[in-house]
């Protein structure tokens, strides 16, 4: 498979203002980590880690992000927001959406949202997001970490995975440059980011009512025990639930069950 040059990828995105600086890595344990020990070093925001080969990914909730060599993108995007603390939350829902979007653009099909930032694709796994935010000594660090299947056949997902997981090559039934899905999924991240900054929340939010049809009318189980009905996505960025004691907000680090 090709490698991923920063070079070619950073010419192939001039034109989104917020990328700032890429670096590529050949095998590394999680993307997010690199990034973080950059932002603590004072690295800009748009400062963007890409890995060949991730040994110790992860996904929400602790999970593992399996990272063969060669065959996904997995990147990570330092933010330095300064919006009040009760808009931190929308950031995830852009970057679901911007990843999703990016997907469609490639692959087509009806790719959807699962709650928060799962991408899926006929209810198989494609995508997905951790946003991990902290205050370093330079103020507020968010890092979005994205890892999207891309050349995966069905036999190199782990036994386990090959009736939950998919990829775009699966999809499309072809390969795909790394590099262009690289692209896509950063300028459709860069235009939604800016949408959220400026007066575009609602449409953003709108696009991920229209990419996650269980976000509105579904019943769910919260953690607590008690179900409602979602009842689409608060100011915050925060999904609601309608329940019998009134709404309850549910934030992108916390999951709902659907309950069939």
């Known amino acids: 498979m090709p490698r991923l040059d ?25 993307t997010n980590d690199d990034l973080r020990r950059l932002a603590s070093a004072g690295a800009p925001e748009g400062t963007v880690v890409l ?11 602790g999970r593992i992000w ?7 993108l997995y990147l990570s995007v330092l933010l330095r927001p300064d919006d009040p603390i009760d808009r931190i939350g929308r950031y995830p829902i852009a970057a679901a959406v911007a990843v999703c979007a990016a997907c469609r653009d490639l692959a087509g099909g009806p790719i959807e949202l699962k709650w928060p930032n799962d991408v899926l694709s006929g209810g ?15 103020g507020a660090e968010l890092v979005l970490g994205v890892g999207v299947n891309v050349n995966h056949a069905a036999e190199d997902f782990p036994e386990s995975l090959r009736e939950s997981a998919t990829s775009l090559g699966i999809l499309v039934g072809g390969f795909l440059d790394r590099e ?31 990419y996650a049809p269980d976000a509105t009318g ?8 008690s179900s409602g009905l979602t009842a689409g996505l608060d100011a915050s960025g925060a999904l609601r639930i309608a329940t019998a004691n009134g709404v309850v907000l549910v934030h992108a680090s916390e999951s709902v069950a659907i309950e069939e």
């Open 6 to 30: 920063a070079n070619r990828i950073g010419a192939s995105l001039k034109h989104v203002a917020f990328v700032r600086r890429i670096v590529v890595l050949e095998t590394t344990g999680s």
């Open 66 to 72: 399996e990272s063969p060599g060669g065959l996904g």
């Open 124 to 138: 198989s796994k494609l995508a997905g997001i951790l946003a991990e935010m902290r205050h370093g000594s330079s």
């Open 218 to 225: 579904r019943r769910v189980r919260l953690a607590a025990g």
């Open 180 to 210: 262009t899905v690289a692209t896509a999924v950063l300028a459709r991240l860069g235009a939604t980011l800016a949408r959220i900054r400026g007066d575009g929340w609602g449409e953003v939010a709108d696009q991920f009512l229209r």
């Open 51 to 61: 890995a060949e080969r991730q040994t110790a990914g992860r996904g929400r909730l």
